[in-house]
């Protein structure tokens, strides 16, 4: 894979100061986040793109509280953001709001993503075995709830798995309950 990866910068945040690294994939820039001092097993969260809620909070979905969560637990800890550019698991924001208009009329998130002919869940981690290559870590304390994430990634060794619970609020109560119950979430 071809990927273009730019200089290590600072980047201050309100949780502490972080590194941030760009790579390039094709049009997709993912990020790395990761703190001065990585641990010899670093806590790693990758995270995958939601503009609606890292950026504008919004309460259909736990992201922006799991990204809040996860660099406030890094730069306490020590370790990574990976942030993939994979919008809406990776259908693009149109198609997003699309399914969320369909959620309006009383779709739940997996039966809004078939019936515009997307799987529940499009999204691809293999960047993520080229970055952690790229830092030379090759052990991870994983920071997901995703039984399927840790599949995807194989070829790292996972040595803990680490939750990340958002608390239920009335608006996405229905999509933890369809994480839990119909993608195996554990939450
Ligand atoms: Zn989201």
Known sequence: MNIEI?????????????KIQTFKEHHKEHLAIFTNELPDTPIVRVH???LTGDVLSSLKCDCGQQLDMALEMIAKQGGMILYLRQEGRNIGLLNKVNAYALQDKGFDTVAANHQLGFPADARSYEIV????????????KLLTNNPEKIKSLQAIEI??????????????????????EQMGHLL
């Not at 075995?129 to 991870?140: A, G, P, Q, R, S």
């Not at 040595?159 to 839990?180: C, G, M, S, T």
Request: with cysteine.
């Open 6 to 18: 730019s200089e290590v910068a600072n980047l201050p945040t309100k949780y502490g100061t972080f």
């Open 48 to 50: 995958s793109e939601c």
């Open 129 to 140: 075995h080229d970055i952690l290559k790229h830092f030379k870590i090759n052990k991870i």
């Open 159 to 180: 040595v803990e798995r680490l939750p990340i619970i958002v608390e239920k609020n009335e608006h996405n109560k229905n999509y933890l309950e369809v994480k839990k």
